[in-house]
């Protein structure tokens, strides 16, 4: 009997659908193992074969932990609203669904191909209303919450409204916007409906509020951070500006500390727990308060007099040399001089729709500009500047900061550039135990103004003796800052979730859950309207209970994914999200694969949501995810031919070679006609050589398919390629990223065609570690396809005859497999799964090598086998082996540690130190004993020719060596 895949592996893979036997139940008396991967986007190109790396290892760790005893959720679905299906839908009319459920469709044919183990019944799409009423349900839980920071956890926002008409508001503790006004209990009476909502809203975890957000006009839509590089949208490139609007967000703020404090918990890599710690930011300091010069020149209001700054050091108050406002600050207008209004104004425009992620890493580049008005240093009185600056951000602190040149790099860049004054820095040589030095400023070396309540102390103490001083000035107060920011949650947007509320007399009320869930209306296009409301204002009589206006912003793409692992337990329950004691069960998951790119975005988010439902008692456990692992990229081998502009001739990369190495146009030119035998490029002719990328389906071996290119390319169909000696077209090579673009991307399909599935799965697991990037070249899976024919030449020999036997294995034998088992195993553990595949490979050349065909080695030799490779051990299970159950129901085998330890030796035997044969020994034979058989053996009485050894050397688990 043959191997052959294309047979075999569709075989499989109907039979385990039919057979469901990858169904998963709820069986507590089994212990859990949750494996998830981060579900795909369905795109319209679907997967290439970077994008399995890291499903087939959580594949693989699935279908081990099954073998250990395991009840193992393993499921996947699908994130399937988003932004690419809506601008599809605007360029042809075709709905979003349609386009979408064709994508899945094909995703979904992709990962069968390719062997994995997902339970299909569980399968969930975020953009499926049966989905997205549970979202729409949690939205409507934050917005009827508030986090109480005496508790420590959300609660209902009704507790909220009986403490205000009891008491109103000035003994709660509760995360709020920093406009909040104090009122008591008489007042909160007398204010109408309208401003009961409005107060209300500033403690809602879910609320809608002006907010200065990141506007893409050409897409209608608000986008996140992670949706922008370089003031351009990621999708089209499109200019994105930094624009008030009302926004619904959510108060991802109120969980800050916890955020923070909860890494602690999980098993993730350092750097994406750095990643997600700078990005919550927490910090020590003080705000403090400069008041405003006043000054006829400049358009301030009354009511501003002074300016916020949160500092980390407000020991360093006497350095402060300027103040620099963030470009997005609405008060630059009212400190702004008339002489420099058009200065600011223009910097402004710019500044303000650079993304903060430029502004954040650009630290080379110093802009800003003076506004014309001052402060007044609370300490020193001194009369400072107030500049406009895009260092300054926003979203930290105030999105005010105290300039302190003598000890902030960016700060002493701005000063000098703007030639601003610099407070120099005298170190007193005095330290405290830890070694820290005092900083006291002086405006002239060695004149140190007021500063005498600093002087002695450590930095820390300077820092909690001066953030003392400006209390009792009533010019500042200690606090903790946090650079998180509440997400902005609504998009102008059609293919998202509704956000479950409508309006009645401007208020804003969610939906009963018997509304729930608020379904997609038809729209006759999905741009906005003419007057610039979101797609959803197309639809006709979009209101509840034909009267009040529904919203009509959506929500975001991270919304359905920030709980999707959730459904999964209990995807088809109707009554609630997921069932508490199904829930529990299944509860954190165990490992969960995905992209490093997600750390800000996703998983903050994921987060924030398992936190609150949480604190609202539905879980019982608040992180969502145990350990972390973020799989590399595998890059695509890119294919070149150097095309020479102007004309229709390519160059081999080995005639390339010899051009370049010339140093004139006209030797070139020589040079290429010469190699071509006729004139292929006219003499006195400029010629440039250019890289063209060709596809890599045309390519094999670096040798490209003339005839596949030119039917590719119809212009070249004429053209002239000057090819090796040896007549071939030889391409040059270069590893990038795997995109449509550069014509190197790899379909899986393919591969599966043309090699199979379980050849696809090892060589993917056998390029590298899991976590690093790794270039893709797919004359590499030879030796992967040959190595599975090995495996079935251990079962049936070059006849198709079955050479399995029964005969009780060897030391040896057992040795090779046991070793194996416990290298497999160990590598899973740790999904260092590249290294299972060389495991793999030694075992089977052993076993070949020892003409081993024995059901008691090669029985276990599947079962570990079958997690990398489950099709071909599926068929050699059934067909060679007679199970008449799947191979994946079995148990892994055990260890037996017995096996490899060494009990005996094999000694080369040396003649005046010529080796003449080999014996073994028990390690535990007398040298005595050893010395007597040795001398005893008829080969070595033959080379001793009746003589008496002089000496009779034995070197322990070496040699013998007898001299005569």
Not at 1 to 24: C, D, G, H, S, T
Not at 629 to 638: C, E, P, R, T, W
Request: glycine content about 6%.
């Amino acid at each position: 009997m043959e191997y052959n895949p294309r047979l075999i592996e569709p075989k499989w893979q109907l039979q385990w659908e039919e057979k469901e036997v990858y169904k998963v139940e709820n069986d507590t008396t089994k212990p859990k193992y949750y494996v998830l991967d981060m579900f795909p986007y369905p795109s319209g190109s679907g997967l290439h074969v970077g994008h399995p790396l890291g499903y087939i290892a959580s594949d693989i760790l699935s279908r081990f932990k099954r073998l250990k005893g395991f009840n193992v959720l393993h499921p996947m679905g699908f994130d399937s609203f988003g932004l690419p299906a809506e601008q599809y839908a605007i360029e042809t009319g075709q709905h979003p669904a349609i386009t979408t459920a064709q994508n899945i469709q094909t995703f979904k044919s992709q990962f069968d191909k390719i062997g994995f183990s997902f339970d299909w019944e569980r399968e969930v799409r975020t953009s499926n209303p049966d989905y997205y009423r549970w979202t729409q349900w949690i939205f409507k839980q934050l917005f009827e919450s508030f986090y109480n920071n005496d508790t420590e956890r959300a609660e209902e926002i009704q507790k909220l409204i009986t403490i205000f008409e009891t008491e109103g508001n000035q003994k709660v503790n509760a995360a709020c916007n920093d406009d909040t006004p104090s009122f008591s209990a008489t007042e909160w009476t007398k204010f109408t409906e309208k401003e009961k909502s409005d107060v209300l809203l500033k403690y809602r975890l879910a609320y809608k509020s002006e907010a200065t957000v990141n506007w893409c006009a050409e897409l209608g839509s608000v986008l996140a951070h992670d949706e922008i590089k370089d003031g351009l949208s990621e999708r089209g490139g499109y200019p994105v500006e930094r624009k008030k609007m009302p926004q619904w967000m959510m108060r991802t703020t109120a969980y800050s500390e916890r955020l923070l404090s909860g890494l602690e918990q999980v098993e993730w890599s350092d750097a994406l727990k750095e990643m997600q710690k700078n990005w919550i930011g927490k910090s020590y300091g003080a705000e403090l308060s400069f008041q405003i010069e006043e000054n006829k020149e400049n358009t301030k209001s009354d009511e501003l007099k002074e300016l916020t700054a949160f500092t980390t050091r407000p020991d360093t108050i006497y350095g402060v040399t300027y103040i620099a406002l963030a470009p997005e600050l609405e008060i630059i207008d009212e400190l702004t001089t008339k002489e420099q209004k058009t200065a600011v104004e223009e910097y402004v425009k710019v500044a303000k729709n650079r993304s903060e992620r430029e502004r954040q890493t650009e630290v080379k580049t110093v802009s800003g500009v003076f506004t014309g008005s001052y402060v007044i240093n609370p300490i020193s009185g001194k009369r400072t500047p107030i500049w406009v600056a895009d260092y300054v951000l926003s979203g930290y602190g105030t999105g005010v900061v105290m300039g302190v040149p003598s000890s902030d790099e960016r700060d002493f860049r701005f000063a000098t550039h703007f030639d601003l004054e610099i407070i120099k820095v005298i170190k007193e040589t005095k330290t405290d135990s830890t070694g820290n030095v005092l900083e006291a400023y002086t405006e002239k070396e060695g004149e140190i103004i007021n500063s005498d309540f600093l002087n002695g102390m450590s930095i820390k103490d300077a820092i909690k003796a001066a953030t003392q001083k400006l209390e009792e000035k009533k010019a500042g107060t200690g606090k903790v800052n946090f650079r998180l920011r509440d997400a902005a949650f609504g998009r102008q947007r059609y293919w998202g979730e509704p956000i479950p509320i409508y309006y009645k007399d401007g208020i804003p009320h969610s939906l009963p859950d018997s509304e729930l869930p608020l379904m997609l209306p038809e729209v006759d296009s999905y741009k906005p309207t003419a007057e610039g409301e979101p797609p959803l204002g197309r639809a006709e009589a979009f209101t509840y209970q034909g009267k009040y206006p529904y919203e009509l912003t959506t929500m975001p793409g991270w919304a359905g994914s920030s709980w999707y692992f959730l459904r999964y337990a209990d995807p088809q329950n109707m009554r609630v999200f997921a069932a508490k004691e199904t829930v529990d069960y299944w509860n954190q998951v165990d490992v969960y694969v995905g992209g490093a790119e997600h750390a800000v975005g996703h998983l903050l988010y994921s987060r924030f949501f398992t936190k609150f439902l949480h604190d609202k008692g539905f879980l019982n456990f608040d992180e969502p995810f145990k350990k972390l692992v973020n799989q590399g990229m595998i890059q695509g081998k890119s294919s070149l031919v150097y095309r020479i502009s102007g004309f229709q001739v390519y160059l081999s990369e080995g005639i390339y070679q010899q051009i370049e190495k010339l140093t004139s146009d006209a030797e070139k030119i020589e040079g290429i006609n010469q190699v071509a035998g006729h004139e292929a490029i006219p003499a006195h002719t400029k010629i440039s050589i250019s890289p063209l990328h060709v596809p890599v389906s045309m390519v094999k071996d670096d040798i490209l398919d003339i005839k596949k290119y030119q039917k590719f390319r119809p212009e070249t169909e004429n053209a002239e390629f000057i090819t090796e000696e040896n007549g071939n077209f030889i391409c040059a090579s270069q590893v990038e990223k795997m995109s449509k673009r550069l014509h190197n991307v790899v379909n899986p399909d393919d591969v599966v065609s043309e090699y199979s599935a379980d050849a696809l799965r090892l060589y993917e697991m056998f390029l590298g570690p899991l976590e690093y990037s790794k270039p893709w070249d797919t004359s590499g899976i030879d030796g992967v396809q040959k190595f599975l024919r090995k495996v079935w030449r251990l079962f049936y020999n070059n006849d198709g005859d079955l050479v399995l036997s029964d005969d009780k294995p060897t030391k040896e034998e057992f040795k090779t497999l046991h070793k194996t088992i416990k290298k497999v195993e160990d590598d899973i553990e740790r999904l260092s799964l590249n290294t299972s595949v060389s495991a793999f490979m030694i075992c089977v050349n052993e076993l070949t090598s020892m003409k081993c065909h024995k059901r008691e080695i090669l029985e276990p030799f599947l079962v570990i086998l079958s997690s990398f490779a489950p099709h071909i051990t599926e068929e050699l299970w059934h067909i060679a082996l007679g199970k008449d159950t799947s191979i994946i129901k079995t148990e892994f085998p055990a260890f037996d540690e017995s096996y490899l330890k060494e009990n005996e030796f094999e000694y080369p035997i040396s003649i005046n130190g010529k080796v003449r044969t080999k014996m073994s020994f028990s390690l535990e034979t007398p040298k005595e004993e050893i010395e007597k058989q040795v001398l005893e053996t008829e080969i070595v009485q033959k080379w001793l020719e009746g003589k008496t050894p002089k000496r009779f050397i034995l070197v322990p688990k070496k040699i013998v060596n007898i001299v005569i």
